[in-house]
């Protein structure tokens, strides 16, 4: 996969030389390009802002300077010219997105190249995504969360971390992406233990300790499921219902869910 971000501060972007993702670049799974925005200025003050129209509080990011830019780092300019389609996706952060997820970072891992485009002040020109789109290119606006972070460059790096882990061969052990928290059996990840066994007034679970592994592999699924229906309750509701087994069923019974019309829901209130 390659991945480009155009920023204005390309060194916030240093993280992505670390742990797994500098790992992954160095061994070449991860084409990882960083650009700075303001090289595709064209004035001696490289300005790649303005004052908003219809006025308001805060600037603006030019739409002719991000255009120069991502024609660039897309190659959208050569593959016109030779009448082909764009194997490009532009993911645009900004707080006005549709909500990235675990799904989101699956479905962008599945993908050839990603121009990440790093707003700053009061976002990028809205023509900038209609432009794209209009050209056949794939365009997503994302959001980490619900609130707002001085520019694109945070969410960038959440959201190339996320998906470049799940490239085959950036994680180790990729039987550790399907028990972790989001993972294909839709749960959060049941609570986890290492050495020493006992710390302070606190043990590990006898279970744990007892090598016996189909005990172990239902204590943590119970885990799981206990855990989530104790503090993700939508995550719960969209759980399939013919995918659980009775003791699955029974342990979600025990945290106050049950089966309603064919789907999870509260049947007690929550604990605490």
């Known amino acids: 996969m ?3 971000v155009v920023t204005i501060f390309p060194d916030y972007l240093a993280a992505l030389d670390l742990s797994l993702v ?3 670049r160095t061994a070449g799974i991860l084409d990882l390009r960083v650009h700075d925005l303001r090289d595709w200025t064209t004035d001696r003050h490289r300005t790649v802002d303005d004052t ?3 006025g308001g509080a805060g600037m603006v990011m030019r739409p002719d300077v991000w255009g120069r ?6 190659g959208l300019s050569t593959a016109a010219v030779a009448g082909e389609a764009s194997a490009v996706h532009l993911v645009v952060p900004t707080p006005s997105g549709a909500t990235f997820t675990q799904r989101t970072a699956e479905e962008l891992a599945t993908e050839e190249h990603l121009v990440v485009a790093c707003g700053r002040y009061e976002g990028i ?3 900038v995504a209609e432009h794209y789109r209009a050209a056949g290119m794939r365009v997503s606006e994302l959001s980490i969360g619900d609130y707002v972070l001085n520019g694109g460059e945070v969410a960038a790096l959440v959201m190339i971390e ?3 882990r799940l490239l085959p061969g950036v994680v180790g052990n990729p039987e550790s992406l399907v028990e972790e928290s989001h993972g294909a059996a839709g749960l959060l990840e049941y ?3 290492t050495k020493p066994p006992v710390w302070g007034d606190l043990e590990v679970p006898d279970v744990l300790l007892s090598g016996h592994h189909a005990r172990i592999r239902r204590w943590r699924r119970d885990q799981a499921l206990r855990r989530t229906a104790r503090r993700r309750p939508d995550m719960v509701r969209a759980l399939d219902v013919a995918a659980l087994d009775r003791h699955d069923l029974e342990v979600l019974a025990g945290a106050g869910w049950g089966v309603v019309d064919g789907h999870l829901e509260r049947t007690e209130p929550a604990d605490g």
Do not use: W
């Open 191 to 193: 609570p986890v233990y």
């Open 2 to 4: 390659r991945i480009d």
């Open 69 to 74: 830019a991502i024609d660039d780092v897309s």
């Open 125 to 127: 020109d809205a023509r």
């Open 22 to 24: 500098g790992k992954a």
């Open 52 to 54: 908003p129209f219809g």
């Open 162 to 164: 996320a998906v470049g």
